[in-house]
């Protein structure tokens, strides 16, 4: 009976540490299970946007505003940047790319780096314009849609892959349900814009005119600089009317391309925290609360999906002296370029120092009563010929007094005529002493130039 109690007691520490080991691995699976659950709710750091558009369209100065930088660079080629994005629910971020590529169509090569066949799913595209230059904008759009297109068609993608990702764009067209408007959960009415994976669900009709240009890619169509619609008003004449015919011709646009809408204004600070907030709902699954704001002409917003023909032609009623038939370029015209009249300047000599007043003191020397000799085209001033500014040997002729009367001989030879009068002495005086000047400086150190009031020639004389 002892022996059979010991192997009993054994038996049941074998269990027991059967039992512990059991429980370890299953904690460490539990742990493992809770880290790989953690890294797929992990906010993915593959997530790109490609922003393309002219030359000064705003491009730069957008993604600086949605990064928060206050002093951004502008680069050339094809620029990279990133956008941190944080998930304050669930305390996690990661880096939004972002490549911003010149604003020629001839760097579209540089495309490839940007965008290849592995991230295409990843990427979503800004195409942007700027209100500055109205009359180029739907010429833009074409422009750039086209170079992607070029670029996705040079990708060489698996037909049945562009297909997925084409229907993928149409579901997600079709799903859309203003905020608000969501029935209950679970209801099979309709489904909330927030249930992304429904690829199961065959795709239905489109509507006419909608993403008859699917790109298989999420778009966004950014007019910036909208703060600029208030110079067009004032500058250029522009109306409600024409504010309505663009704003038409760009949802048009849009449907075609499945693409939502966003004006605005980095200067004035319009739409810029909402398009970041729409950013991230599209690209991470983010909450997203805001309906389409259609009331200002200049802080539009359209997402992808709410729009349709219907709603476009809410704005025609508004257009009295065009018609949204008509060719874009025909009513938002582009201003003649004002070119400013050259005027050709003419090429001043400049006179050697020292020839300037050889000359003069040689004119003055000759006894001339004349005014010293001014360049051609220049003219005396009037207060010297003022009658009001007059010589002083001129008032006292003028008060009766004769001259020979007053003052030293010296003085009496001054107004006689023909004589130098007391404004050339002053003059000569002023050119000798600067003659003085320039000449002291190669002089003998026991000599110096004595210089007379009247205009002789100046004499050398000793100096101790």
């Known amino acids: 009976m002892a022996l059979g109690g010991v192997r009993s007691a054994l038996s049941g520490l074998s269990d027991l ?12 699976k539990k742990i493992l299970g809770e880290v790989q659950s953690s890294e797929r709710n992990k906010l993915p750091s593959c997530k790109s946007v ?3 558009g002219d030359n000064e369209s705003g491009k730069t100065t957008l993604i600086a505003k949605l990064q928060g930088n206050e002093d951004p660079k502008k680069g050339s080629g094809l620029e990279y940047a990133y956008i941190d994005v944080r998930d304050e629910y669930r305390d996690d971020h990661t880096r939004l790319s972002v490549w911003v590529l010149d604003g020629e169509p001839v760097h579209g090569e540089l495309l490839e780096y940007a965008m290849s066949p592995k991230n295409l799913e990843h990427t979503l595209v800004l195409l942007t314009v700027s209100m500055t230059t109205p009359w180029g904008i739907m010429d833009q759009l074409h422009t750039w849609a086209s170079t992607l297109q070029d670029h996705i068609d040079k990708l060489n993608l698996d037909p049945d892959y562009f297909k997925e990702r084409q229907d993928k764009m149409s579901r997600l067209w079709q799903d859309y349900v203003e905020p608000g408007d ?4 679970g209801s099979p009415m309709k489904r909330s814009s927030r249930n992304l994976d429904g690829d199961e669900d065959p795709v239905l009709p489109l509507a006419e005119n909608v993403l008859t240009r699917n790109l298989g890619l999420h778009v966004i169509v950014v007019v910036t600089k909208t703060d600029y619609m208030s110079t067009l008003e004032k500058d250029f004449d522009y109306k409600e009317e024409h504010f309505d015919f663009i704003q038409q011709s760009i949802r048009k646009f849009c449907l075609q391309y499945g693409a939502a809408l966003f004006y605005t204004s980095v200067k004035e600070d319009k739409n810029c925290d909402l398009l970041y907030k729409y950013l991230v709902h599209k690209i991470y699954n983010f909450p997203f609360r805001t309906p389409a704001l259609v009331v200002e002409k200049d802080a539009v917003f359209i997402p992808a999906g709410w729009d349709n023909e219907k709603k476009i032609a809410i704005l025609y009623e508004n257009m009295h002296t065009m018609t ?7 009513v938002i015209v582009r201003p003649p370029v004002v070119r400013k009249a050259m005027t050709r300047e003419i090429e001043v000599q400049v006179e050697e120092e020292q020839a300037f007043l050889a000359r003069h003191l040689a004119q003055l020397q000759a006894g001339g009563t004349g005014a010293p000799h001014t360049p051609q085209g220049r003219q005396e001033s009037p207060l010297r010929q003022s009658p009001a500014v007059q010589k002083t040997s001129d008032r006292r002729v003028a008060t009766g007094v004769p001259a020979n009367q007053m003052g030293s001989p010296k003085k009496a ?9 007391p404004s050339e002495g002053v003059l000569a005086n002023f050119f000798n002493s600067l003659l003085s000047k320039k000449t002291a400086i190669n002089s003998p150190p026991t000599g110096g130039i004595k210089t007379n009031v009247y205009g002789e020639e100046p004499t050398w004389t000793s100096l101790h």
């Open 17 to 28: 540490r059967k039992e512990k080991a059991e429980e370890k691995e299953n904690l460490w």
């Open 50 to 52: 490609l922003v393309l």
């Open 182 to 185: 969501e029935l209950e959960a």
């Open 324 to 330: 949204p038939e008509d060719y874009y370029t025909d």
């Open 413 to 421: 030879e001054m107004n006689k005529p023909g004589g130098p009068g």
